[in-house]
C-alpha cells in the first residue's frame, strides 16, 4: 500500500509549507483522473517520489493514477494544462533574472519543476524538482556545496559543455573557468538550472542538469 512519507523534516520545517487539506490554490482547475492518466506509469510513479508518497512499486496504473490524484488534491500541485506538477511560469527569461527559458522542445523536468527567481524564494517541501536562471541562486548552490564552476571542452577559448567540480569529485577532463564566463555562456546559450537543495529526507542534494529548450546537450 503507498504511504505518504512525513518524516525528515525536523529543523528544515522552515524550508516547507504547512499542508492543509483540499486543494488550497486560488482558480486552480479542477483535477480529473483522465487528465492525470495520461501520464505514463514510470512518470506518476516519478510524481509520487517526488511528492513523499512511497511503497508504489506494486501498484498498477489505476492505482497509480487514484493514488496521485488524491496527492495532488492535497497539495494543490496541478498545472493550468491539466496535468500533473506545478508548471513554471512562462517569462522572457532575461539573463540572469530568473526567468525560464522555454521553448518548442521544453522537457517534462522543465514543466514540473518550481520555478525560483530570486535567493529568498525556498523550495515548497524537501525534494522538489526546482529550474532557475538567476546568478545569485546558481552561485549560492554551488558555493553552498564547495563546488565550483567548471567546463568539460572549450570552444575557442570559451566554456563548452557547464558542469560544477566538487570537492573530492576530481573528475576527468574537467576545467575550471570563472563565475563571469560560466554564466557569460549559460546566459549566450539560453539554459536553464534544474535541481534540487534537498532531498526528500532532508539531505543536502548535489543533484543538477543544465538543459536547454533545444534539448541541445548543455
Request: net charge positive.
Amino acid at each position: 500500500m503507498a504511504q505518504r512519507n512525513r518524516s525528515g523534516r525536523g529543523s528544515n520545517a522552515a524550508h516547507t509549507t504547512t499542508s492543509q487539506p483540499g486543494n488550497q490554490t486560488p482558480n486552480t482547475p479542477p483535477i480529473r483522473e483522465s487528465d492525470v492518466g495520461r501520464l505514463r506509469v514510470d512518470e506518476l510513479r516519478s510524481q509520487l517520489r517526488e511528492r513523499g508518497v512511497s511503497g508504489t512499486s506494486a501498484l498498477r496504473k489505476d492505482d497509480l493514477v487514484k493514488t496521485l490524484v488524491r496527492t495532488l488534491q492535497q497539495d494543490g500541485g496541478f498545472s493550468p494544462d491539466g496535468r500533473a506538477g506545478t508548471a513554471p511560469e512562462k517569462g522572457a527569461g532575461r539573463d540572469g533574472d530568473g526567468g525560464v527559458r522555454t521553448g518548442p522542445r521544453s522537457s517534462r523536468s522543465l514543466k514540473y519543476a518550481q520555478q525560483i527567481t530570486s535567493p529568498d524564494q525556498e523550495p515548497e517541501r524537501l525534494g522538489r524538482s526546482l529550474v532557475t536562471t538567476n546568478h545569485d541562486v546558481i552561485r549560492r548552490w554551488g558555493e553552498a556545496r564547495g563546488a565550483t564552476p567548471a567546463t568539460a571542452g572549450a570552444d575557442r577559448g570559451r566554456p563548452s559543455v557547464l558542469r560544477f567540480d566538487f570537492p573530492g569529485y576530481n573528475g576527468g577532463g574537467l576545467r575550471p573557468v570563472s563565475w563571469e564566463d560560466w554564466f557569460r555562456t549559460f546566459d549566450e546559450r539560453g539554459l536553464n538550472f534544474i535541481y534540487q537543495e534537498q532531498k526528500t529526507d532532508g539531505r543536502q542534494s548535489n543533484f543538477f542538469r543544465i538543459e536547454s529548450p533545444e534539448r541541445e546537450d548543455a
